[in-house]
């Protein structure tokens, strides 16, 4: 499969690569390509300019400091997993990065760049929407920060213009007393998520004083749990206060179906693996 005919740049400057976004309107930004790439070859995406942001130092690295974790937008998810700051202060990070895909895509596919494509099976936009923090980005009216509460749209969908470059995004670091898990379903064959919950929880002792529930997967785009989310929360953490906190998770949520997991059964996935994510965070 040949993707269509598009023109190739590589800026050395964010400011550079949005003045190309600028200039041609169906131009796309590539990152590790491990999204765009498959999309152009089957011509769901037909660009006819990439604009390869491999050339801009500033998008490189990765940085944790006392209260959050910064991810630049080149940073492979192997080079987020390996940072021993963020790892150390993130672990669902770790958890989450190591069930993507296989090696190859873990190796050139950036975290940053599976947040702005908004798959509604990928991993990491579930742990971002549990940890909240922002998106930040610059586009030709200058930079701006965008929470990642308002960030997720639908389907392939976020609320980035189509000439922003994400320059990086930081994600919250709890506090000490906070546990987190992810459990995902994993498709067999591509690794995607059929469904994923990701759970960070802050604890006063035994008892959650703060939760951030999140679920990809199952619904269009990722979303929190709120009514989990709520239900959990002033409860300590057991068995049977997980078993009433998820008795309604799938309300108000519209499931999808397919042919590798109908909508009951991604339904009763939706149940299980936010049970198992909620308890999970006492590992
Ligand atoms: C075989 C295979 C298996 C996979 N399995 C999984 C899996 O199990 N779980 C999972 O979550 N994902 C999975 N993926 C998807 C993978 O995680 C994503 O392709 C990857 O993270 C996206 O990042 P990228 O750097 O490759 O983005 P690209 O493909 O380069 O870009 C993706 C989109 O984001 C835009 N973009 C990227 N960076 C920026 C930026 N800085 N500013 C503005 N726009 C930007 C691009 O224009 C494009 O529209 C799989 C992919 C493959 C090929």
């Given at each position: 499969?040949f993707p269509?005919?598009?023109?190739y740049?590589r800026p050395?400057?964010?400011?550079?690569?949005?003045?190309?976004?600028?200039?041609?309107?169906d131009?796309?930004?590539?990152?590790?390509g491990?999204s765009?790439?498959p999309?152009m070859?089957?011509r769901l995406?037909?660009?006819?300019?990439l604009?390869?942001?491999r050339?801009?130092t500033?998008l490189q690295g990765?940085?944790?400091?006392?209260d959050?974790?910064?991810?630049r937008?080149?940073?492979t998810?192997n080079d987020?997993?390996?940072h021993?700051?963020?790892?150390a202060?993130?672990?669902?990070l770790?958890?989450a990065i190591?069930?993507?895909?296989d090696a190859?895509v873990?190796?050139?596919?950036t975290?940053v760049?599976?947040l702005?494509?908004n798959?509604?099976?990928a991993?990491?936009?579930?742990?971002?929407?549990?940890l909240?923090?922002?998106?930040?980005a610059?586009?030709?009216n200058?930079d701006?920060s965008?929470s990642?509460?308002?960030?997720?749209v639908d389907?392939w969908?976020?609320?980035?213009?189509?000439?922003?470059?994400?320059?990086h995004v930081?994600?919250?670091?709890?506090?000490?007393h906070s546990?987190?898990?992810?459990?995902k379903f994993a498709?067999?064959?591509?690794g995607?998520?059929i469904v994923?919950?990701?759970a960070v929880?802050?604890?006063d002792g035994d008892?959650v004083?703060?939760a951030?529930v999140?679920l990809?997967g199952?619904?269009?785009?990722a979303?929190?749990?709120?009514?989990v989310e709520?239900?959990i929360?002033?409860?300590?953490?057991t068995?049977?206060?997980v078993e009433?906190?998820i008795r309604?998770?799938t309300?108000?949520?519209?499931?999808?179906g397919?042919?590798f997991a109908p909508?009951?059964?991604?339904?009763h996935l939706?149940?299980v693996?936010?049970?198992r994510?909620?308890?999970?965070?006492?590992?």
């Amino acid at each position: 499969m040949f993707p269509g005919a598009f023109t190739y740049s590589r800026p050395a400057t964010v400011s550079d690569a949005v003045a190309l976004l600028v200039d041609n309107p169906d131009a796309k930004i590539l990152a590790g390509g491990h999204s765009l790439v498959p999309a152009m070859k089957l011509r769901l995406a037909m660009p006819s300019a990439l604009v390869d942001l491999r050339d801009i130092t500033e998008l490189q690295g990765v940085e944790a400091s006392d209260d959050s974790v910064t991810i630049r937008a080149m940073a492979t998810y192997n080079d987020v997993r390996d940072h021993e700051g963020a790892a150390a202060a993130l672990p669902i990070l770790v958890e989450a990065i190591n069930v993507v895909g296989d090696a190859q895509v873990r190796d050139h596919g950036t975290l940053v760049g599976s947040l702005v494509h908004n798959d509604p099976a990928a991993d990491l936009t579930a742990v971002a929407l549990a940890l909240g923090g922002d998106v930040h980005a610059t586009g030709p009216n200058g930079d701006r920060s965008i929470s990642l509460d308002d960030f997720f749209v639908d389907l392939w969908t976020t609320t980035l213009e189509p000439d922003e470059v994400v320059t990086h995004v930081t994600l919250n670091r709890p506090s000490q007393h906070s546990r987190m898990a992810y459990r995902k379903f994993a498709h067999p064959a591509s690794g995607y998520a059929i469904v994923g919950v990701a759970a960070v929880l802050g604890m006063d002792g035994d008892t959650v004083s703060q939760a951030r529930v999140a679920l990809t997967g199952a619904a269009s785009t990722a979303t929190r749990l709120s009514s989990v989310e709520t239900a959990i929360t002033g409860q300590a953490l057991t068995e049977e206060s997980v078993e009433a906190a998820i008795r309604d998770v799938t309300a108000g949520l519209t499931i999808n179906g397919d042919q590798f997991a109908p909508e009951a059964y991604r339904a009763h996935l939706v149940e299980v693996l936010t049970k198992r994510a909620l308890l999970g965070t006492q590992a």
